[in-house]
């Protein structure tokens, strides 16, 4: 099992700054991709970044520029930078993990999401 610990949301004004962390535990013997979704009030949930790897990155394409992910594989933690926010960056933010557990199986886990509000 892996279990994943999200923190850092919170309510921020136009333009501020947020670092959202994703911390995972477990019988974890590597993990493959850590991500961040998100999924604003009636909206489907969507890609935010992913890392893979040794660290390459992927971003949609409303936040390029403004996000960056980045992860420490030694505490197996995700990290999500914010920059240069704006009303529309409001969502519940999830953290993805692909990690390769005890046993050899591979184990895909959400976290229970953490919430963005950007004031106008």
């Known amino acids: 099992q892996v279990q994943l610990e999200e923190s850092g949301g919170g309510l921020v004004q136009a333009g501020g700054s947020l670092r959202l962390s994703c911390a995972a535990s477990?019988?974890?013997?590597?993990?493959?991709?850590m991500a961040w979704y998100r999924q604003a009030q009636g909206k489907q949930r969507d890609l935010v970044a992913v890392?893979?790897?040794?660290?390459?990155?992927n971003y949609g394409d409303s936040v390029k520029g403004r996000f960056a992910i980045s992860r420490d594989n030694a505490k197996n933690t995700a990290y999500l930078q914010m920059n240069s926010l704006k009303p529309e960056d409001t969502a519940v933010y999830y953290c993805?993990?692909?990690?390769?557990?005890?046993?050899?199986?591979?184990?895909?886990?959400w976290g229970q999401g953490t919430q963005v509000t950007v004031s106008s």
């Open positions: 477990g019988n974890i013997v590597s993990i493959d991709t």
């Open positions: 993805y993990v692909s990690a390769k557990v005890s046993g050899g199986n591979y184990r895909n886990s």
């Open positions: 890392i893979i790897g040794r660290g390459n990155t």
